[in-house]
T-cell receptor, first 119, second 114 residues
Framework: AQTVTQSQPEMSVQEAETVTLSCTYD???????LFWYKQPPSRQMILVIR??????QNATENRFSVNFQKAAKSFSLKISDSQLGDAAMYFCAYRTTPPYGGATNKLIFGTGTLLAVQP | DTEVTQTPKHLVMGMTNKKSLKCEQH?????MYWYKQKAKKPPELMFVYSYEKLSINESVPSRFSPECPNSSLLNLHLHALQPEDSALYLC?????????????FGPGTRLLVL
């Protein structure tokens, strides 16, 4: 079974600095997707970034980028120029490729990293 | 538009009450999900609907009863809940294509069972 591990329960960063959140996963599959979701205190889960396992290029979304190391099964999130609005719980998630013709898929979440941004 | 809406935002109910949670999306997604989330924990999958049919039930107690009346709407009927069922209930949806199946989440319903 696939597992996702986030080893940093809490992290803190100064405003305008860079922070990296760690995520490792365990799988025997070769085709899958990885996600970072952000859940601010207002609680809505928001997609931050997505990575397809077959793509070697690391995904980037503005100030958010990932370091995807497939062989090491590592998927870290880097937040550059941190802003107060980045304070949230960050969840790393894994999703298998759904079966042909199927729409259902299961997201496997890590335990989350609570990020505080200091002014 | 990547919006999933959920009503109500908050719900307080007694253990003998019957209530329902509602989730709606207008993105043309064909898969919809119910999750339960306790404070500072990741969401736990409860149910998955695909093309309006229940495809996954993660061994959820029968006091939770899902319903998908159409492709845009998902309900969760609650009956005889226990205090430990108090949690944030999240709805999500995703496309039915093989690629790009990002799940989009609603804001959740905060449920308190007294």
């Amino acid at each position: 079974a696939q597992t996702v591990t986030q080893s940093q329960p809490e992290m803190s960063v100064q405003e305008a600095e860079t922070v990296t959140l760690s995520c490792t996963y365990d799988t025997s599959e070769s085709d899958y997707y990885l996600f970072w979701y952000k859940q601010p205190p207002s609680r809505q889960m928001i997609l931050v970034i997505r990575q397809e396992a077959y793509k070697q290029q690391n995904a980037t979304e503005n100030r958010f980028s990932v370091n995807f190391q497939k062989a090491a099964k590592s998927f870290s999130l880097k937040i550059s120029d941190s802003q107060l609005g980045d304070a949230a719980m960050y969840f790393c998630a894994y999703r298998t490729t759904p079966p042909y013709g199927g729409a259902t898929n299961k997201l496997i979440f890590g335990t989350g990293t609570l990020l505080a941004v200091q002014p | 538009d990547t919006e999933v809406t959920q009503t109500p935002k908050h719900l307080v109910m007694g253990m003998t009450n019957k209530k329902s949670l509602k989730c709606e999306q207008h993105m043309g997604h064909r898969a919809m999900y119910w999750y339960k989330q306790k404070a500072k924990k990741p969401p736990e999958l409860m149910f998955v609907y695909s093309y309006e049919k229940l495809s996954i039930n993660e061994s959820v107690p029968s006091r939770f009863s899902p319903e998908c009346p159409n492709s845009s709407l998902l309900n969760l009927h609650l009956h005889a809940l226990q205090p430990e069922d108090s949690a944030l209930y999240l709805c999500a949806s995703s496309q039915s294509s093989r690629t790009g199946e990002t799940q989009y989440f609603g804001p959740g319903t905060r449920l308190l069972v007294l």
